[in-house]
């Protein structure tokens, strides 16, 4: 039997919040998919309302339309409520159909048990909000039901909001926490620079402006001279400078520590979410 994925269906997501809308919406600028390809569906009839306002695509509140109709289906529905959905497409869903996952903590393993079926396609994503401004990153593992031409298809639609990496399932949890949860992180450190701008007195959206493009250069700088960020951080620090005086303090009130210790409670809770 031909068990090949059909590669000119529809692109279904169940699940139509921020980060799907993010997908979709990268998906068709970038000339992927055709909105007329694209199904969404939610249980907010008020969501649906705002996609089909604002965009082309189709909208349903039946998830079981998705499941027949779209041969690649993204769920984008929030960890705690992936029984309920997979139990209610299950019966619906085949091996030549492609299901993409972007939730924390829901393992392959554990996907094809709630689907019962162990023959089914089925790739483990996580996306981060970046994504929503075509920044994003994607850690991407497939099982081993997706062959290599599936895996670079799947790989193209994420391509459409940022770029994405092939790992190792045990990593995925890691990633959560790198860059799943990171931009958190990073916006509590543009907020907190911005603050202290206007503390000293610069007007409160300029001190924004200035801190947000600080963070996006300084991050160019590390992808694209491939040097240590110690390396970059010592080219800014010179001695007996005001840089070098930041960054005392810095390491006095435990910048990385408490940088590390978010970011290990965050994995955790991550490897939670799936017992």
Same mark, same amino acid.
């Not at 692109?11 to 055709?34: D, E, H, Q, R, Y």
């Not at 085949?94 to 393992?107: F, K």
């Given at each position: 039997?031909? $068990? ?9 997501? %169940? @699940? ?11 998906? +068709?600028?970038?000339? &992927? ?29 039946? $998830?079981?339309?998705?499941? /027949? ?6 769920? #984008? ?7 309920? /959905?997979?139990?209610? &497409? ?32 089925? %790739?483990?994503?996580?996306? $981060? +909000? ?5 920044? @994003?990153?994607? #850690? ?22 940022? &770029?994405?990496?092939?790992? @190792?399932?045990?990593?995925?949890? !890691? ?18 620079? #911005? ?11 300029? !001190?924004?402006?200035?801190? #947000? ?48 210790? !978010? ?13």
């Amino acid at each position: 039997m031909n $068990n090949s994925v059909n590669f000119t269906k529809k692109l279904g997501f %169940i @699940g139509a919040g921020n980060m799907a809308t993010a997908m979709m919406s990268g998906v +068709t600028s970038g000339g &992927i998919f055709p909105a007329s390809d694209i199904l969404m569906s939610d249980v907010s009839a008020e969501r649906l309302h705002f996609i089909s306002e604002n965009y082309a695509v189709g909208t349903t509140s039946d $998830n079981t339309e998705v499941a /027949v109709n779209c041969g690649t289906i993204i769920l #984008a529905v929030k960890p705690q409520y992936y029984s309920q /959905v997979i139990a209610e &497409i299950a019966p619906f869903v085949t091996e030549e159909q492609l299901i993409i996952t972007i939730a924390p903590g829901q393992t392959l393993a554990s996907l094809a048990e709630r689907f019962g079926k162990d023959t089914l396609k089925i %790739i483990r994503t996580m996306p $981060n +909000t970046p994504a929503m401004v075509g920044a @994003g990153i994607t #850690a991407v593992t497939p099982n081993a039901n997706v062959t290599a031409e599936e895996l670079e298809y799947v790989r193209k639609i994420l391509g459409g909001f940022g &770029i994405s990496e092939v790992i @190792g399932e045990n990593l995925m949890d !890691a990633v959560v926490s790198v860059s799943g949860s990171s931009p958190a992180y990073v916006f509590m450190f543009i907020e907190a620079m #911005a603050d202290a701008a206007v503390a000293d007195g610069m007007p409160r959206a300029q !001190a924004y402006r200035f801190a #947000a493009q600080a963070v996006m250069g300084s991050a160019k700088m590390v992808l694209e001279t491939g040097k240590h960020p110690a390396e970059l951080k010592d080219m800014v620090c010179s001695p007996a400078g005001t840089t070098i005086e930041a960054v005392r303090v810095l390491e006095e009130k435990g910048m990385r520590s408490a940088v590390m210790e !978010a970011m290990m409670a965050c994995t955790e809770r991550s490897r939670s979410l799936g017992k």
